[in-house]
């Protein structure tokens, strides 16, 4: 049985590597439909960066700053022209209550937008990470 476990597990992962097909995905259906609109990553390709004019910390639930719940959550984020977070997909969480708490502080926030070359406000997607830390 061992050897046939051995097997399987060898051939799911060439399958995995031939194809390149990622075991896990990193995204969720959300931010495919952002790469059919072709909006651009910041800071690629003369795209400039969105920066955070207003940025407050998420709420800390009591019940995971009870438990000592710590870690990043990870987020593409899409800032429109007018500097308002439009779309948010998880991309790693931490737990629901955190994930939920780190997504709707972001939405929240506001942003100078980015530029184009020319030097026109444009919707961007960018990685934002929101920290929990016990204090």
Avoid at 12 to 17: K, T, V
Avoid at 67 to 72: E, F, I, Q, S, T
Avoid at 83 to 94: D, Q, Y
């Amino acid at each position: 049985m061992s050897s046939y476990s051995s097997r399987l597990v060898s051939l799911c992962l060439l399958c995995i590597l031939s194809h390149g097909i990622s075991p896990l995905p990193a995204v969720s259906q959300e931010s495919k439909a952002d790469e059919v609109k072709k909006i651009p990553r910041a800071g690629v390709n003369g795209v400039g960066t969105p920066v955070c004019v207003y940025c407050p910390a998420p709420a800390y639930p009591e019940k995971d700053r009870a438990a000592k719940l710590k870690g990043r959550v990870l987020l593409d984020v899409t800032v429109t022209p007018e500097g308002k977070a439009a779309t948010v997909v998880l991309i790693k969480g931490l737990g629901e209550g955190l994930d939920k708490e780190a997504i709707q502080a972001v939405k929240s926030w506001k942003f100078k937008p980015a530029k184009d070359a020319a030097g026109e406000p444009v919707a961007v997607r960018v990685q934002i990470e929101v920290t929990f830390h016990v204090c």
